[in-house]
Nanobody, 117 residues
Framework: QVQLVESGGGLVQPGGSLRLSCAASGSIFGVYNMGWYRQAPGKQRELVAVITSGGTTKYADSVKLRFTISRDNAKKMAYLQMNSLKPEDTAVYYC???????????WGQGTQVTVSS
């Protein structure tokens, strides 16, 4: 079992930066793939970035070269560093933990990111 809590969202101007954090508890963190998703009003939830248990990272084309996903297994934390933010990045961002071998997913409550002048 994994419980996830996101933090770090807020209001930022275009071109600014935010760092989102995801704190995990309740299970062995290192065996899970960790991902960040986002959902804007009226749109489907989309994958932003993923980092596997082995450390491999993948990004949506829309955020490549701007966002960086990372993890600290000792602290049971995952992060999303967001730079050069655009208004279209505005969404609720969700942390996800996945154990592929057991087909198990866990989700955080989400944190709001608003990019506006």
């Amino acid at each position: 079992q994994v419980q996830l809590v996101e933090s770090g969202g807020g209001l930022v101007q275009p071109g600014g930066s935010l760092r989102l954090s995801c704190a995990a508890s309740g299970s062995i963190f290192g065996v899970y793939n960790m991902g960040w998703y986002r959902q804007a009003p009226g749109k489907q939830r989309e994958l932003v970035a993923v980092i596997t248990s082995g450390g491999t990272t993948k990004y949506a084309d829309s955020v490549k070269l701007r966002f960086t996903i990372s993890r600290d297994n000792a602290k049971k934390m995952a992060y999303l560093q967001m730079n050069s933010l655009k208004p279209e990045d505005t969404a609720v961002y969700y942390c996800n933990a996945e154990r592929r071998d057991l087909d198990i997913d866990y989700w955080g409550q989400g944190t709001q990111v608003t990019v506006s002048s």
